[in-house]
T-cell receptor
Framework: GAVVSQHPSRVICKSGTSVKIECRSLDFQATTMFWYRQFPKQSLMLMATSNEGSKATYEQGVEKDKFLINHASLTLSTLTVTSAHPEDSSFYIC??????????FGPGTRLTVT | EDQVTQSPEALRLQEGESSSLNCSYTVSGLRGLFWYRQDPGKGPEFLFTLYSAGEEKEKERLKATLTKKESFLHITAPKPEDSATYLCAVGGAENDYKLSFGAGTTVTVRA
């Protein structure tokens, strides 16, 4: 149980365009979802926390206008990288939880901005 | 602020050579300590949750233990397929379900 999917797994886009990444909890209802970013050989960096039906809470230093998060239902959260630039290239991972317990992670999305 | 320190950064083992990974933490009110395994290019895979000092959990060749200041992940008779980065994370009581992650220990098991 506790499966989380992400789509797409890889995306290449041109500088200035926007990219949407979907995160779904497949077999449980996720009251809270998290978005992380991971650079090569580094640990996870939390970007934001989203709760179903409310605005996301962003970590310090994360631009909320650049990384738009929507948590429209108990099984779906989306991250939109707006006006992407090469420095936004990274591995983006979502996680989901149904309470103050373990988080279950998606497989990640590799974003490359050219 | 919750803090997690993992050691060593990297561990190279011969197949069958048991070893332990350390996770030291400081947290205001432990909600849980979590171990994950991450393979290159993939999301972390949940392994264990430990809630209180003295608790132990096992899964195949892995065993996690917890004290008030640290957790250990013991790998018994590892196989090459145990090669991965192992991440430790803590959830604090005041932290809104968020987790604080350590930098991880990368384990390489040679046949």
């Amino acid at each position: 149980g506790a499966v989380v999917s992400q789509h797409p797994s890889r995306v290449i886009c041109k500088s200035g365009t926007s990219v949407k990444i979907e995160c779904r909890s497949l077999d449980f209802q996720a009251t809270t979802m998290f978005w992380y970013r991971q650079f090569p050989k580094q640990s996870l960096m939390l970007m934001a926390t989203s709760n179903e039906g409310s605005k996301a809470t962003y970590e310090q230093g994360v631009e909320k206008d650049k990384f738009l998060i929507n948590h429209a239902s108990l099984t779906l959260s989306t991250l939109t990288v707006t006006s992407a630039h090469p420095e936004d290239s990274s591995f983006y991972i979502c996680s989901a939880t149904s309470g103050p317990y373990e988080q279950y992670f998606g497989p990640g999305t590799r974003l490359t901005v050219t | 602020e919750d803090q997690v320190t993992q050691s060593p950064e990297a561990l190279r083992l011969q197949e069958g050579e048991s070893s332990s990974l350390n996770c030291s933490y400081t947290v205001s009110g432990l909600r849980g300590l979590f171990w994950y395994r991450q393979d290159p290019g993939k999301g972390p895979e949940f392994l264990f949750t430990l809630y209180s000092a003295g608790e132990e959990k096992e899964k195949e060749r892995l065993k996690a233990t917890l004290t008030k200041k640290e957790s250990f992940l013991h790998i018994t008779a590892p196989k090459p397929e145990d090669s991965a980065t192992y991440l430790c994370a803590v959830g604090g009581a005041e932290n809104d379900y968020k987790l604080s992650f350590g930098a991880g220990t990368t384990v390489t098991v040679r046949a």
